[in-house]
Nanobody
Framework: QVQLVESGGGLVQPGESLRLSCAAS????????IGWFRQAPGKEREGVSC????????LYADSVKGRFTISRDNAKNTVYLQLNSLKPEDTAVYYC?????????????????WGKGTLVTVSS
């Protein structure tokens, strides 16, 4: 049974950092790309970052380039998203999603399993 469980969200001040985790089970990270998405109140879900099944390629939304870093630990079957220099506009529920493919894009239809999300709130 495929499961994705996000953790690591919380309340931080602008400029601070968080590390989100996406623990996967029921499949191997070697076989599918994993994406991070977020949904702010009143907005549509948007792609934030993605890592390919090989781990050799990553994708970032323009709004987070240079501030967020995606990585993975195959031994733990876990994907991480390091969030640095956080801004109030980064406030959202962050979801990880298992893509149907080995490669990355931010299309929601390309995700067949979603986690339940973890809330990140950036506020002074």
């Amino acid at each position: 049974q495929v499961q994705l469980v996000e953790s690591g969200g919380g309340l931080v001040q602008p400029g601070e950092s968080l590390r989100l985790s996406c623990a996967a089970s029921g499949f191997s990270l070697d076989d599918y790309a994993i994406g991070w998405f977020r949904q702010a109140p009143g907005k549509e879900r948007e792609g934030v970052s993605c890592i390919t099944s090989s781990g050799s390629s990553t994708l970032y939304a323009d709004s987070v380039k240079g501030r967020f870093t995606i990585s993975r630990d195959n031994a733990k079957n876990t994907v991480y998203l390091q969030l640095n220099s956080l801004k109030p506009e980064d406030t959202a529920v962050y979801y990880c999603g298992k893509r149907r493919a080995t490669w990355c894009n931010f299309a929601n239809y390309g995700v067949d399993y979603w986690g339940k999300g973890t809330l990140v709130t950036v506020s002074s």
